[in-house]
């Protein structure tokens, strides 16, 4: 081989020299970004008895801080400590590495909420023949995925619920549109399947269901959606956001516009971030539900499980006092409804915070 | 002059470019094992390397694109394109392994495309690929919309659970495959003429036409490559999570990037090699795991990649900047005491 | 006096700018004659607003671009800022709304600051500088707010009212939008920093040797952009209302280069005009409305977008080409006729 070759080559291996400096510096680093962050870390570090890792959908949702404050609420009578970690993005596949690194830490249990139906199965399934108790909340996957499964509503019947609200506000009559989460949100796609399957079956005969569009949960994308869908359609009487970013986006952009109490919005969304919208009277009324709630049910279910060794199936009844109405009863796919929605309006907006 | 070239090269050392990655490889294993004890079990490096090798697969290809003097964003998309195309075989009908073949091919042809917008309308690749990012993108989201194809063959899912070597740990199917093509890349760059070539139009093109390279051949190959490795990383992916959804593999082209330049490819090409790529990406897979064990959440952990990435780059110029400066006191010195 | 006019005219119709507001034109057409209601005052001011934060950020990326940088971080900064100012004001509802503002561009200018340093004394290439602050700054959005988001309750209402109204019946946001563009516009056409800028991006060997300083001119592009994606974080809280840690800004990187790039500016260096951007913005606003108001899958957006990108960058080329074979032969000519 010629020398221009193996200049080039050497030209190409890049810079042969060591870098004292690099040692210390990038370790360092290291050690400061990790120190620093584990700060920030939500891990209690008290040895109880046991361990959960509860991964919502992402970070930063209101909501899900809900659900974490049920499962601290009812976990401190039942000597457990929950983790919460997410990922940065709500990605389908983004709560993989959490659900490993839970099943290394071996926990005694995983709730996710989770971003995808299927996706996660594999991993899911390994974390069960590993021996933990893996519940989904609030959103459910495959049933084979996990153990049991807390609803907040029924969604069997949430579909209806979202036309009959969208009734109520308009009054019985005019076209109203969907403005939904991402196109493959399971928990929005199970409702919007209920929604049509309830308006084909001739419920509510005086709406007209004039489209359905996805906001991703993206604030400038529900805005541009809800925007698009006023200029689209003229005759638009309400618009129905089942999914907290895009009821307030669609809020946002109704309140700021014309069409301000003309076009109703309304749809599920969370009280702190709709107050506003109540009180300046663009929405008339929206609903949830209480998330806590789903955090109490599923700490005690937890500990149903792994102490008393309870079989979660269909028709089980189990007793936790002082959780809601106290009696829960599994249904079909093991599955725990939390309660039936609430219904937030001027007259009671003021009485919730989350 | 050459024969110093030479010389330097018989010495043993770690080439300068991997240092930082080693070094950040040892500091993130130590860590994470310090946080957790179940860190360095066997079992969980195993499973927890599927998702890396995907990343790593497409920086491998990325690297000779870099090198090359291109860049290409939208491996990503490419890679959602190709799972698409297979995704909707296969529910057509179409039995598996032809559905696998189809999304290679896929891939080939639109690397293929980006490399001929790029060379026949002779326009920057950042900007072309940044345009296919949101093109093959869209197609994806075109072709499956907002359904999920799941419901893959036992057989076709959990690519990355096999062990090609049984036993504790074993060796995953995943890693074994990256060990093999890491060792393909690194013949193809370093030892062939194609790999020549490659370096040679990234750090001087004019001259290489001069002396007779087809340059454009060159970065043709480069992209083609890109995109096909693109296609095999959608056939992984969509085995490793048994469903295709239109957002697969989302920002994975960043991650690449990372690897790639992380590994001490010069982001303006004519340098770089396959092993600093291939250290890089287990540094990236060392330090993302051990903070996920320490629980920590996802923007941090991105941060903390981005602020990795920037020291890897800084400290080495920082450092020539003073070893020049000190080379210009020498020289100085000397011409002083000469006269 | 008649071909004076006419040299003027064909002047214009040669110009970049002329072709992307053509095809703006054509796009209108299309659009409104497949669905009139596209026309109505309400869908359009609402395409104005929407690309308003574009317009404010891209006027900062152009200057970025031409000296030959990017910045891939600028979704970051302005989140980062946004959620600053997001914060003080739920603390203190009495602030006022121009110190908000400030402090948001502070915020930004500070990210800028960073961006500026590592790629000017840092010596790091912008695309890798901006790719590791991109996820940086993200980072120090959720430990600065703890995961907390912002509701649209403890936004004052000032903030908000820059989206709806202003003294002379036009948004202030809309105004922010043109402000940056005339600003920019105003830089780099009449002043001799501008001359500078492009020099630097176009040549930076030869703008070295000149004794221009080019750190400092780098390091004001970087911090330029941050103050602009800071004035952006403010508008986008009028706007949304919500500032949520995670979504807040993300993804505004791509929107913003794709704005300026098929507003005519080169990813070289050394040319391009904060009116190309403008246009660019005007563009990508009319083509996402317009898909939705005409009906088009949403589907569709992402290949649209891509096409787009693809053709201006093509045009844009073919256009510099016969430019400079124009010149080449001008050359020629003259050679031939001396």
């Known amino acids: 081989m010629n020398y221009i070759s193996i200049a080039l080559r050497n030209e190409a291996k890049g810079m042969n020299k060591k870098h004292k400096a690099l040692v210390p510096v990038l370790s360092m680093s290291l050690i400061l970004t990790g120190v620093s962050a584990s700060f920030m870390a939500t891990s209690a570090t008290a040895a109880t008895k046991y361990k959960v890792t509860y991964i919502p959908k992402n970070l930063g949702n209101p909501y899900f801080d809900a659900i974490v404050g049920g499962f601290n609420k009812a976990g401190k009578g039942l000597n457990m400590t929950v983790k919460v970690v997410a ?23 995983i709730a996710i909420s989770p971003n995808d139906a299927n996706a996660l199965c594999p991993t899911l399934k390994r974390a069960m023949k590993a021996g933990i108790v893996v519940l989904t909340v609030n959103g459910d996957t495959n049933a084979a995925c996990r153990h049991a499964s807390i609803t907040p509503v029924d969604f069997s019947v949430l579909g209806k619920y979202l036309v009959d609200q969208t009734a109520s506000v308009l009054g019985g009559k005019g076209d109203w549109a969907f403005l939904s989460a991402t196109s493959t949100a399971p928990d929005q796609n199970a409702w919007l399947a209920g929604a049509k399957a309830y308006i084909d079956g001739g419920g509510q005969p005086g709406l007209k269901l004039v489209d359905t569009v996805y906001g991703d949960d993206a604030p400038e994308k529900s805005a541009t959606e809800a925007q698009a869908l006023l200029a689209k359609y003229p005759n638009l009487k309400a618009i129905n956001a089942p999914t907290t970013v895009g009821i307030a986006a669609a809020a946002q952009v109704l309140s700021t516009s014309p069409l301000k109490g003309k076009v109703q919005v309304t749809g599920l969304g969370t009280p702190n971030q709709m107050r506003q919208y109540i009180k300046d009277g663009t929405v008339k009324s929206f609903s949830l539900w209480d998330p806590g709630l789903q955090g109490e049910i599923a700490a005690n279910l937890i500990v149903s499980i792994k102490a008393k060794k309870v079989k979660p199936k269909a028709g089980l009844k189990l007793t936790y006092k002082g959780v809601g109405p ?19 309006n001027a007259a009671n907006i003021d009485k919730f915070n989350f | 002059m050459m024969s110093s070239m030479v010389n330097s090269k018989s010495r043993f050392s770690i080439p300068g470019y991997l240092v930082g990655p080693f070094l950040i490889l040892i500091v993130a294993m130590i860590y994470g094992s310090l946080g957790s004890e179940y860190f360095l079990q066997p079992s969980s490096i195993v499973f927890n390397t599927g998702r890396y090798i995907e990343i790593g697969l497409l920086a491998l290809a990325l690297t000779f694109v870099i090198i090359n003097g291109d860049i290409d964003l939208s491996v990503a998309s490419t890679l959602a394109a190709s799972a698409g195309v297979l995704a909707k075989l296969f529910e057509s009908g179409v039995p598996i392994v032809w559905c696998c073949v189809a999304s290679v091919f896929t891939g080939f042809i639109l690397g293929l495309l980006n490399g001929l917008i790029v060379i026949k309308f002779g326009l920057p690749s950042l900007v072309v690929t940044l345009a296919t990012l949101a093109l093959y993108r869209g197609l994806t989201q075109v072709m499956l919309g907002d359904g999920v194809v799941a419901d893959y063959p036992e057989s076709f899912v959990g690519f990355d659970q096999r062990l090609v070597i049984g036993g504790s740990p074993g060796l995953p199917a995943p890693l074994a495959l990256f060990i093999v093509a890491s060792i393909i890349f690194y013949y193809i760059l370093h030892r062939s003429n194609y790999g020549l070539k490659n370096i040679m139009s990234g750090s001087n093109p004019s001259s290489s036409n001069f002396s007779g390279i087809s340059v454009n051949n060159v970065r043709l190959i480069a992209f083609a490559l890109s995109g096909t490795v693109a296609g095999v990383c959608a056939v992984m992916i969509t085995s490793r999570l048994g469903s295709t959804i239109s957002n697969v593999g989302l920002g994975l082209e960043l991650l690449a990037i990372t690897a790639v330049v992380l590994g001490g490819t010069d982001i303006f ?46 400290v080495p110029r920082i450092r020539s900047y003073y070893v020049e400066q000190r080379n210009r006191k020498k020289r100085f010195n000397e011409s002083q005491t000469r006269t | 006096m008649a071909t004076e006019l006419k040299s003027k005219v064909t002047y214009i119709f040669k110009k970049r700018e002329f072709g992307i507001f053509l095809f703006i034109l054509i796009l209108l057409a299309v659009f409104g004659s497949l669905e009139p209601r596209f026309f109505r005052s309400d869908n359009l001011s609402a395409i104005l607003s929407s690309v308003g934060i574009l317009m404010v950020v891209g006027a900062g990326q152009t200057l970025v671009i031409v000296t030959r940088n990017i910045d891939l971080s600028v979704g970051s900064s302005l989140g980062m800022a946004a959620m600053v100012m997001g914060m003080v004001a739920r603390s203190r509802p009495d602030f006022s709304i121009v110190g908000l503002i400030l402090i948001a561009m502070v915020v930004g200018g500070i ?28 980072g120090a959005v959720f430990v600065v707010s703890d995961n907390v988001q912002i509701d649209p309750n403890d936004v004052p209402k000032g903030i908000i009212a820059l989206s709806t109204t202003s003294p002379i019946g036009i948004p202030w946001l809309l105004i922010f939008a043109f402000l940056s563009i005339v600003l920019v516009w105003y830089i780099s056409s009449q002043t001799l920093l501008g001359k500078r800028i492009y020099a630097v991006g176009s040549n930076p060997e030869g703008a070295i040797s000149r004794g221009l300083s080019f750190n400092k001119i780098t390091i004001m592009v970087f911090v330029f952009v941050g103050v602009l994606a800071g004035l952006g974080g403010v508008l986008y809280t009028a706007r949304y ?15 913003v280069i794709s704005a300026v790039v098929i507003g005519g500016t080169n990813i070289f260096g050394g040319s391009g005009t904060a009116l190309g951007t403008a246009l660019g913005c005007i563009l990508i606003g009319i083509l996402s409305n317009g898909l939705t108001v005409v009906g088009v899958s949403p589907f569709w957006k992402a290949c649209a977008t891509g096409f787009l990108i693809l053709a201006a960058v093509a045009i844009d080329n073919l256009v510099r080409k016969r430019q400079e074979e124009n010149f080449l032969l001008a050359i020629r000519n003259q050679r031939t006729v001396k």
Not at chain 3, 242 to 255: C, K, M, Q
């Open chain 2, 269 to 314: 090409g004519g340098r770089g090699a396959i092993s600093g790529t291939v250290v890089a990406l287990f540094a990236i897979m060392a330090v993302r795991e051990a903070l996920v064990i320490q629980d920590i959440n996802g923007q941090v952990q991105d941060a903390a990649i981005g602020l990795l990435l920037i020291l890897t780059v800084l």
């Open chain 1, 326 to 344: 106290g009696t829960w009863t599994l249904g079909k796919d093991a599955q725990i409804i939390a309660g039936p929605p609430q219904e937030f």
């Open chain 3, 241 to 255: 209302a919500t500032i949520n840690p995670a979504d807040v800004g993300r993804g505004l990187e791509f929107d």
């Open chain 3, 111 to 138: 990210c800028g600051l960073i961006n500026g340093l590592l790629v000017s004394y840092g010596k790091i290439p912008s695309i890798i500088a901006t790719l590791g602050t991109l996820a940086i700054f993200r």
């Open chain 1, 87 to 109: 990922p940065a993005q709500a990605g389908a596949t983004d709560q993989i590495p959490f659900i490993e690194a839970a099943i290394q830490q071996k926990v005694d249990a």
